[in-house]
T-cell receptor, first 111, second 115 residues
Framework: GENVEQHPSTLSVQEGDSAVIKCTYSDSASNYFPWYKQELGKGPQLIIDIRSNVGEKKDQRIAVTLNKTAKHFSLHITETQPEDSAVYFCAANGYGQNFVFGPGTRLSVLP | DGGITQSPKYLFRKEGQNVTLSCEQNLNHDAMYWYRQDPGQGLRLIYYSQIVNDFQKGDIAEGYSVSREKKESFPLTVTSAQKNPTAFYLC??????????????FGDGTRLSIL
């Protein structure tokens, strides 16, 4: 079955700098990769997603890149702000309509 | 507003007691899911349902039970057989469109603790 790894587990950046979180997946049949942001005491919120027919997708300060050959995808946040501080999860579709989630990255944006 | 409502936000269980966590959605989604989240870990799938009156076990179903009598509702019961139930429980839902995956939308969770 699908296995998703995520690095780093924690990341601290200065406000205004960029942050990059990387995920790898094992199942070459996976073709949909969402990213979620989870704030303390809340449920995860979808922030961006990418399908395997594209290599990059952007939404304002957030972008996701996908390398199908290497089976990895990355989240890029530019011009980070304190409100970007949260736990970020990547996911890949597994069997049926289900997803396998990475273990999460705790991002801290320092003012 | 459309969304997923989980209740209660906090729940305490005594030894030997079954407790039920509520999950309601008004997004008209066909599929619903229950996940368990432990500190510093990702989400692990407990049960999922793609249609009313049908549900499937996920990766960690032992000690849990569910029902899907209505499209909008997918309650989770944590039974006394679950020996380590302390965790944050998340409910999610999604549409089902052919063979292309759709994102899951999450509620704000229920934190279960043992007394």
């Amino acid at each position: 079955g699908e296995n998703v790894e995520q690095h780093p587990s924690t990341l601290s950046v200065q406000e205004g700098d960029s942050a990059v979180i990387k995920c790898t997946y094992s199942d070459s049949a996976s073709n949909y990769f969402p990213w979620y942001k989870q704030e303390l005491g809340k449920g995860p919120q979808l922030i961006i997603d990418i399908r395997s027919n594209v290599g990059e997708k952007k939404d304002q300060r957030i972008a996701v890149t996908l390398n199908k050959t290497a089976k990895h995808f990355s989240l890029h946040i530019t011009e980070t702000q304190p409100e970007d501080s949260a736990v970020y999860f990547c996911a890949a579709n597994g069997y049926g309509q289900n997803f396998v989630f990475g273990p999460g990255t705790r991002l801290s944006v320092l003012p | 507003d459309g969304g997923i409502t989980q209740s209660p936000k906090y729940l305490f269980r005594k030894e030997g007691q079954n407790v039920t966590l509520s999950c309601e959605q008004n997004l008209n989604h066909d599929a619903m899911y229950w996940y368990r989240q432990d500190p510093g870990q990702g989400l692990r799938l407990i049960y999922y349902s793609q249609i009313v009156n049908d549900f499937q076990k996920g990766d960690i179903a032992e000690g849990y039970s569910v029902s899907r009598e209505k499209k909008e509702s997918f309650p989770l019961t944590v039974t006394s057989a679950q020996k380590n139930p302390t965790a944050f429980y998340l409910c999610a839902s999604s549409t089902i469109t052919g063979d292309s995956n759709q994102p899951q939308h999450f509620g704000d969770g229920t934190r279960l603790s043992i007394l």
